[in-house]
């Protein structure tokens, strides 16, 4: 079974870009939940969705945001994209909102 | 509010030494604990994780952790390490909360094992 697939993997924005990234979770997998990773806040959470529905969001300002299809896949953006955006964005998918969850291997953004 | 807590942000041990990896959480609710390891330039991978029953759960390559109510604890341990073992790990914490269900990770021990 295929694992959580990220694309794109690398990414390099400048200020003031916008920026979509995608999330296909594991096939069967309804929760889809962002991450973002940074050497000095570490893993924070951004949101959940089960479903198409939002369920949970993070402490994140509005610039960030995101969605879910119909089959189960996500995408997350980020608008006017400022410096200290540039983490790494790990999406996890996970049969329901109780499974563990299952991590792709991140997209890496830079914004320069 | 949930939290989570590893004490130790790095943790060097010589290869086939034991280690401890210590984790502490915060909840007023009933809790999932999980443990994931993470490898240069790669996502997070589950290493173990207690649901319910058994306080001490293993995973296949070695590692178990003990969940500890009274303590609320669930360390993590091996026996004997390897140096694939090098990795960052993170002590998770899932349950409900008034923000909804969401796991809230600790910050994370970055283990390096020596030859």
């Known amino acids: 079974k295929a694992g959580v697939t990220q694309t794109p993997r690398y990414l390099i924005k400048t200020r003031g870009q916008q920026v979509t990234l995608s999330c296909s979770p594991i096939s069967g997998h309804r929760s889809v939940s962002w991450y973002q990773q940074t050497p000095g806040q570490g893993l924070q959470f951004l949101f959940e969705?089960?479903?198409?529905?939002?369920?949970n969001k993070g402490n994140f300002p509005g610039r960030f945001s995101g969605r879910q299809f119909s089959n189960s896949r996500s995408e997350m953006n980020v608008s006017t994209l400022e410096l200290g955006d540039s983490a790494l964005y790990l999406c996890a998918s996970s049969l329901d909102v109780n499974s563990p969850l299952h991590f792709g291997n991140g997209t890496r953004l830079t914004v320069t | 509010a949930q939290s989570v807590t590893q004490l130790d942000s790095q943790v060097p041990v010589f290869e086939e030494a034991p280690v401890e990896l210590r984790c502490n959480y915060s909840s007023s609710v009933s809790v999932y604990l999980f443990w994931y390891v993470q490898y240069p330039n790669q996502g997070l991978q589950l290493l173990l994780k207690y649901l319910s029953g058994s306080t001490l759960v293993e995973s296949i390559n070695g590692f178990e952790a003990e969940f500890n109510k009274s303590q609320t604890s669930f360390h993590l341990r091996k026996p004997s390490v390897h140096i694939s073992d090098t990795a960052e790990y993170f002590c998770?914490?899932?349950?409900?909360?008034?923000?909804?269900?969401?796991?809230?990770f600790g910050g994370g021990t970055r283990v390096l094992v020596k030859p």
């Open positions: 998770a914490v899932r349950g409900w909360t008034t923000a909804g269900n969401k796991l809230t």
């Open positions: 969705y089960f479903s198409e529905t939002q369920r």
